[in-house]
């Protein structure tokens, strides 16, 4: 005789919780590619629109935009925290430092405006990161995927958790930590990696690599010694730390593979770059090398990374809210 434990009525019972549990804590099974058909279906079009205007006098604008959903992601998930200014209840993430050199803050701002004139009190500013993400990638010649949505934004920001994003002085070991913190693997690792396919970097955030790596006095030996010419350039040892350098040294306004094919050669930029091909034995090397004998690789690499990375702790269902100015809290 069947224990009243498997009773189909009990099995819907137990069922019915699960679901409510998943409602209540929030669940990535929440989000979809068709999140605002109905309720937003021109969303896409007024993003790129505002993307567009914006790229017409600001080249960087595409590369920044990718790096401001990578830094929102990174702390406590992707839920607009990076967004919020200080306030007296909340310390913004924007002041420590990697952040410091965000950028792209005006034109989140201005899609915030566009998208609010059409669809009132929907769309998230979370989403709203994360579909300028992905538009940026493919206005610049990048991978084409789609990106699910339905993440609401945050009512607090992490200072602390700042600490948790990788930096461009840092080994392999610790970014793969970091990277394994948030649910990512060695793929996601090097396929993200590859939007410094595009985009700038200052120098102080590599230029002990040029003089005095790891205090021997010497440059970096896994640096190819033209390129450090150039480098030392246009960053001297003294003074110039903000100067801006290109990331990808060869094509450095398209999203594609040269990145990859620049490690091989000794050319990254940043020693957290060059580390994925240059250190002995790593695993990342023979995906470094399959991205750049193959762009498609990478970009169906990159597409999956980008949707595995927009998926870390969503706020979905009733949690968090939709704010109606991305840089502030709702007030209540």
Do not use: W
């Not at 990374?305 to 969503?314: D, E, L």
Request: proline share 4%; hydrophobic share 35%.
């Amino acid at each position: 005789m069947a224990s009243p434990s498997s009773s189909p009525i009990s099995r819907l019972v137990a069922t019915t919780l699960l679901l409510f549990a998943l409602l209540l804590h929030g669940c990535n099974c929440q989000l979809s590619t068709s999140f605002y058909s109905s309720s937003c279906s021109n969303l896409t079009n007024i993003v790129e629109g505002v993307i567009r205007q914006a790229r017409n006098s600001d080249e960087r604008i595409l590369a920044s935009l990718v790096r401001l959903h990578f830094h929102d992601c990174f702390v406590q998930g992707c839920d607009a925290s990076i967004l919020l200014d200080g306030t007296s209840n909340i310390q913004s993430e924007k002041d420590p430092f990697p952040n410091r050199s965000l950028r792209g803050y005006d034109v989140v701002d201005n899609i915030k405006t566009a998208v609010e004139n059409v669809c009132s009190g929907v769309v998230s500013c979370a989403d709203i990161l994360a579909l300028a993400a992905q538009i940026s990638v493919n206005l610049a010649g990048g991978a084409s995927y789609t990106v699910p949505l339905g993440r609401r934004d945050s009512t607090t920001a992490s200072q602390s958790g700042v600490s948790g994003l990788p930096g461009p002085n840092e080994g392999l070991d610790s970014i793969r930590s970091k990277f394994n913190a948030v649910g990512l693997d060695v793929t996601d690792l090097v396929a993200l990696s590859g939007a410094h396919t595009f985009g700038r970097s200052q120098c102080l955030a590599f230029s002990n690599r040029l003089y005095n790596f790891n205090n021997t006095g010497n440059p970096d030996p896994t640096l190819d010694t033209t390129y450090g010419d150039t480098l030392r350039q246009s960053c001297p040892q003294t003074g110039g730390g903000s100067t801006l350098n290109n990331l990808d040294v060869t094509t450095p306004n398209a999203f594609d593979n040269s990145y990859f094919t620049n490690l091989q050669n000794n050319r990254g930029l940043l020693r957290s770059d060059q580390e994925l091909f240059s250190t002995d034995g790593a695993p990342t090397v023979p995906i470094v090398n399959r991205f750049a004998g193959s762009q498609t690789a990478f970009f169906q690499s990159f597409g999956a990374s980008m949707i595995n990375m927009g998926n870390i702790s969503p706020l979905t269902g009733t949690n968090g809210q939709i704010r109606a100015n991305c840089r502030a809290v709702n007030s209540k």
